[in-house]
């Protein structure tokens, strides 16, 4: 058995609404599917599934749902061709950035910013 494609990542968080509205600006994210408790955004290859986080203990119960102010609970990386070009479309669209853009050790040009529920997304071209 392999597991090797992710399908649908479920983001827990606070704001339905305003979720939905960041990753149609940011992202040019299609819905697919919503109801009061969710919204289903298609991205290139995969699903992202935004759910209010008062729906979350059922899905991961015994383990807590963690507060969108309790730090960075992710980090998610999105591959780009060019960083800097990337950084300022998204600065154009109101994203505010919480670094970058910046060369690391291991190869890569980041810079990184956060949803309305503090998810933490990268974006990341190789050097």
Known sequence: MR?????VVTLFVEDIAAAKAFYQK??????IGE?????????????????AASQA????????V??????ARMLLTVRVDDVNATYAELQSRGV????????????????AFADPSGHVWEIAQEI
Not at 66 to 71: E, I, L, N, R, V
Not at 96 to 111: I, K, S, V
């Open 3 to 7: 597991l090797n494609a992710i399908e």
């Open 26 to 31: 940011v992202f040019a994210a299609e819905i």
């Open 35 to 51: 109801d009061p408790v969710s919204a289903l955004l298609r991205f290139s290859g995969a699903m992202l599934n935004l759910l």
């Open 57 to 64: 203990p059922e899905l991961v119960t015994p383990s807590p």
């Open 66 to 71: 963690g507060a969108a102010t309790s730090g």
């Open 96 to 111: 505010t950035f919480l670094n970058g853009p910046m060369d690391r050790h291991w190869g890569r040009r980041t810079a």
